[in-house]
């Protein structure tokens, strides 16, 4: 490196003369690289970094509702329905029992579930199952249903489980599940 020396000398302002240094490079010396500037945006096309857990907290569960859509053949009024969430280990964390009153003909009915861990994950919920048990009480009874499962969670995501036409049929205990996806 070559250096250069500039005196200057005030005339006026300044008492004292005032000594600087600049240095410039040899025309044969590669010049330094400019310092990065730690605000510089992200490059878009650079790949992103894996995501912390800690930094990212995993989704919540924080509903579950169930649409029951009666087909041709109603649900009496006496008849109990137990609905369920399952997580992917098949315990229940979500549930509701009740006989819910007549569901007519070609009616629709939705009904949220009591979320029994709020501390549940989408991740422990997908690939799970959401599931009816149906038995009739008190007198015979036929149902013919559709039923969907809507599981939503903190970040807005939603597992949805879709079941075709169900029938229900006479005095016995009967379980229907759709998986969770």
Do not use: H
């Not at 819910?100 to 861990?117: E, M």
């Not at 599981?151 to 005095?171: R, Y």
């Amino acid at each position: 490196m070559t250096s250069l020396r500039w005196m200057l000398v005030s005339l006026m302002t300044l008492p004292a003369a005032a000594c600087f240094e600049i240095v410039l490079p040899d025309s044969d010396d590669d010049p330094e690289p400019m310092p990065t500037n730690p605000t510089t945006p992200p490059d878009p096309t650079e790949p992103k970094a894996p995501t912390d857990p800690m930094m990212d907290p995993p989704a919540l569960i924080e509903f579950v509702t169930v649409t029951l859509n009666t087909l041709k053949d109603d649900k009496r009024d006496d008849s109990m329905i137990r609905l369920e969430v399952l997580d992917q280990s098949g315990r229940v964390i979500a549930s509701d029992e009740d006989t819910y009153g007549r569901f007519a003909d070609s009616s629709t009915r939705q009904i949220p579930l009591d979320i029994l861990d709020p501390s549940v994950t989408f991740d422990e919920v997908d690939g799970g199952d959401g599931c009816i048990e149906w038995r009739a009480i008190g007198s015979l009874d036929q149902w013919n249903v559709a039923f969907d499962y809507e599981v939503g969670f903190s970040d807005n995501t939603v597992l949805i489980g879709v079941a075709g036409k169900t029938e229900f049929s006479q005095s016995r205990t009967t379980l229907q599940c759709a998986a969770l996806r």
